[in-house]
T-cell receptor, first 111, second 114 residues
Framework: EDKVVQSPLSLVVHEGDTVTLNCSYE??????LLWYKQEKKAPTFLFML????IEKKSGRLSSILDKKELFSILNITATQTGDSAIYLC???????????FGAGTTVTVRA | SAVISQKPSRDICQRGTSLTIQCQVD?????MFWYRQQPGQSLTLIAT?????????ESGFVIDKFPISRPNLTFSTLTVSNMSPEDSSIYLC???????????FGPGTRLTVL
């Protein structure tokens, strides 16, 4: 059974801080790893990673994958209160298209 | 990315009743999925909605409790049957394609069962 573990489960930072979120996984026939941001109901897509060592970047957010050590990190620099959300990591394994999600990391950014 | 809508956005229902949730996509998509997110929990896949055939359910989910329809490549419904308070959750549909692993989620339906 595919397994996705996120850490920490929650953290509180102040505006301007940098946060690093971790995601480790055990999947059969890894295909890709995805990061989502969930503020209310719907997760919004952030990144999809398939290759090791290639950083994906979008504004203050960046992510990288290590397929040898089976983990990914999501960095948020110069945090803002609008970054407060649950960040979800999910992986695709085997030959299907079903996502297995981690428990999520709740990030709270205080002004 | 595809534009996905879900109806209703939220509902409060009495135990023993059923609710049907609709998911509409603005373009044809190969893959459609239904997820449940119970309070304080992460997302759990209920089933893959297959166009023109029966849905494929994950362990712990059965067709009698969560019947799913997918009459075409842009629309699907999920029914939560004979509801109990334990069914109170956010229900989400997602779409993806065989040419990409990226999945996009609908806005979700927040269901409360009293």
């Amino acid at each position: 059974e595919d397994k996705v573990v996120q850490s920490p489960l929650s953290l509180v930072v102040h505006e301007g801080d940098t946060v690093t979120l971790n995601c480790s996984y055990e999947v059969t026939n890894f295909r890709s790893l995805l990061w989502y941001k969930q503020e209310k109901k719907a997760p919004t897509f952030l990144f999809m990673l398939t290759s090791s060592g290639i950083e994906k970047k979008s504004g203050r957010l960046s992510s990288i994958l290590d397929k040898k050590e089976l983990f990914s990190i999501l960095n948020i620099t110069a945090t803002q209160t609008g970054d407060s959300a649950i960040y979800l990591c999910a992986v695709l394994g085997s030959n299907d298209y079903k996502l297995s999600f981690g428990a999520g990391t709740t990030v709270t950014v205080r002004a | 990315s595809a534009v996905i809508s879900q109806k209703p956005s939220r509902d409060i229902c009495q135990r023993g009743t059923s609710l049907t949730i609709q998911c509409q996509v603005d373009s044809q998509v190969t893959m459609m999925f239904w997820y449940r997110q119970q309070p304080g929990q992460s997302l759990t896949l209920i089933a893959t909605a297959n166009q023109g055939s029966e849905a494929t359910y994950e362990s712990g989910f059965v067709i009698d409790k969560f019947p799913i329809s997918r009459p075409n490549l842009t629309f699907s419904t999920l029914t939560v049957s004979n509801m109990s308070p334990e069914d109170s959750s956010i229900y989400l549909c997602s779409v993806g394609g065989t040419s990409t692993d990226t999945q996009y989620f609908g806005p979700g339906t927040r269901l409360t069962v009293l």
